[in-house]
């Protein structure tokens, strides 16, 4: 069974950075697409970013653009999510998640997920 587990989150003030961390727990295990999202309570579950192996394409929600960078490495299974000039808006608990669909865009297309890590950001 594949899991993928999350780390690097935590507080910090508005304008700082953290990076985020995830890895699948099984070796074999190859994907076509990672990404992250996020979740705030009462808010849905939203994208925001995404990596295609194969190409290396990458996509962002419009609110992170210029401020997350997504990268990664499929032959490890790992996958990054680089946040810099944290607003409290960024405020949630992100989730790792990978598809074996190279189309993978929206939420119930990823089969693989994290548990999630906090991230918060005071102003």
């Known amino acids: 069974q594949v899991q993928l587990v999350e780390s690097g989150g935590g507080l910090v003030q508005a304008g700082g950075s953290l990076r985020l961390s995830c890895a699948a727990s099984t070796r074999t295990f190859r994907s076509a697409v990672m990404g992250w999202f996020r979740q705030a309570p009462g808010k849905e579950r939203e994208s925001v970013a995404r990596?295609?192996?194969?190409?290396?394409?990458?996509d962002y929600t419009a609110p992170v653009k210029g401020r997350f960078t997504i990268s990664g490495d499929n032959a490890k299974n790992t996958v990054y999510l680089q946040m810099n000039n944290l607003k409290p808006e960024d405020t949630a608990v992100y989730y790792c998640?990978?598809?074996?669909?190279?189309?993978?865009?929206?939420?119930?297309?990823?089969?693989?997920w994290g548990q999630g890590t906090q991230v918060t950001v005071s102003s």
């Open positions: 990596i295609r192996w194969s190409d290396g394409n990458t």
């Open positions: 998640a990978a598809a074996l669909s190279p189309m993978a865009t929206m939420t119930h297309q990823y089969e693989y």
